[in-house]
């Protein structure tokens, strides 16, 4: 390893996990901080079982460190937290969530990696106040959102995609421009876990759709809310236009029996408003809610036997982005459909991308249409999507890209670059 050393706290969604496994793998020590009160999600385990042990407790090399790094005091004093004088030993701290609001008061430089609602929403906690329930919960979001907002100001560097909400937030943020470096880490995707007709398939997966002819599969958070608000801040998930237009192709009669195929994931905010405009659709029959074997949701390496029973996924309707779900999808050879940010992607990617553009109901109904009567074009979809996949966000290919963003940025901040690897 080399003598620079990187901290990595934030493990939103575990997008940070295999980022650190990449630079690590290149010589660079680098170390992930999991907070003990972090979702099972976030959680290194949640893609290799590996690291917990038999009896539940972490299993986690030396490099993965759990600890209280933030606890509720640590909203109205996080320089208070204990995770500052261990981050102080780093010569780099890559913060996302609210890890900021600590990291801030860290001696080393501090990148922000913006991940979504830790830039769009938490800065802004008046704007959100009337969606945090009682004024006690409204009162600590209003504190944490104060230190976020303080936080972001101050960071060395802002790493960020050219998605339109994160942009537009940093402005809103005022946040001088110079700081905002072009470092885009592409999420890394286990292709190996991730592939076609994955073995053993479980009990629970075998009986969900036995009799259907056509599975559409949206594993997103269901978000019907498509208020200015949540437009502006990239969360609205546009999840309506999925249900009707689902219910428009199950009407036109295309396929025999038509399933959508929803996880009955409790994180997502409008499920039962989902479940209400399921019902008044008069598609209930054609609706299977798929029961997570634990109350905190699938775990990845659960998710892929429900992308296997799946010909082709919906992602979503709303700021044009997409996450984990669309490219783990599309890796297990199953086309995606999805509102995209056509210019982001071209500019990240190029022009040659296998996404399936909707805009809206009547566009999802003329692609599902589309894909039901032509099963070779389907297939022939699901291959270049996981051969795409495997080109940009493979274990070896995005791993070396975030080698690569890493080193610039840390040499771009100061620190010694003379004792980091060359990228390869």
Not at 184 to 197: A, H, N, Q, R, S
Not at 301 to 306: A, D
Request: hydrophobic fraction near 45%.
């Amino acid at each position: 390893m080399t003598a620079a050393r990187i901290a990595f706290w934030g493990n939103i969604a575990n997008a940070h996990y295999p980022v650190v496994r990449a630079l690590r793998g290149h010589g660079i020590d680098a170390h992930l901080f999991v907070n003990d009160r972090d979702p099972a999600a976030w959680r290194p385990e949640t893609d290799d079982p590996t690291l917990r042990s038999e009896n539940g407790a972490p299993n986690y090399p030396d490099w993965i460190h759990e600890g209280p790094w933030l606890q509720p005091i640590h909203t109205l004093a996080p320089w208070r937290s204990p995770i500052l004088p261990i981050l102080n030993g780093f010569d780099l701290i890559v913060a996302s969530g609210t890890s900021p609001t600590v990291t801030q008061f860290a001696e080393p430089p501090v990148a922000f990696y913006t991940t979504g609602g830790d830039l769009t929403v938490r800065p802004f906690p008046l704007a959100f106040r009337e969606r945090r329930g009682n004024l006690a919960h409204q009162a600590g979001h209003g504190a944490l959102g104060f230190w976020q907002r303080r936080a972001i100001r101050r960071m060395s560097q802002i790493w960020t995609q050219p998605f339109r909400p994160f942009l537009e937030a940093l402005d809103r943020l005022d946040v001088d421009p110079e700081r905002i470096a072009d470092t885009y880490f592409p999420l890394i995707v286990d292709t190996e876990l991730f592939g076609p007709d994955p073995k053993p398939v479980p009990d629970w997966a075998t009986t969900l759709v036995p009799e259907a002819d056509f599975v559409v599969f949206h594993p997103s958070r269901l978000v019907l809310d498509e208020s200015p608000l949540m437009l502006r801040s990239g969360q609205t998930k546009g999840s309506g236009v999925l249900l009707d237009g689902f219910a428009s192709f199950v009407a036109s009669g295309v396929a025999e029996k038509p399933m959508l195929l929803l996880p009955d994931n409790p994180a997502s905010p409008e499920r039962d408003a989902a479940r209400q405009r399921i019902a008044e659709l008069g598609i209930e029959d054609s609706v299977v809610w798929a029961a997570p074997p634990r109350p905190t949701g699938f775990h990845r390496t659960e998710m892929v036997h429900l992308y296997a029973l799946a010909d082709v996924t919906v992602n979503e309707f709303g700021a044009g982005w997409f996450g984990w779900v669309a490219l783990e999808s599309m890796s297990c050879g199953v086309p995606v459909i999805s509102r995209i940010d056509e210019a982001v992607v071209a500019k990240l990617y190029g022009a040659d991308h296998p996404w399936i553009h909707a805009q809206g109901a009547p566009q999802l109904v003329e692609r599902l249409r589309a894909l039901a009567n032509d099963r070779e074009q389907l297939r022939q979809l699901g291959a270049m999507s996981r051969t795409w996949i495997a080109k940009h966000h493979g274990v070896d290919t995005a791993g070396r890209r975030a080698v690569a963003s890493v080193l610039a940025a840390t040499a771009s901040l100061g620190s010694p670059a003379d004792e980091l690897p060359k990228a390869a």
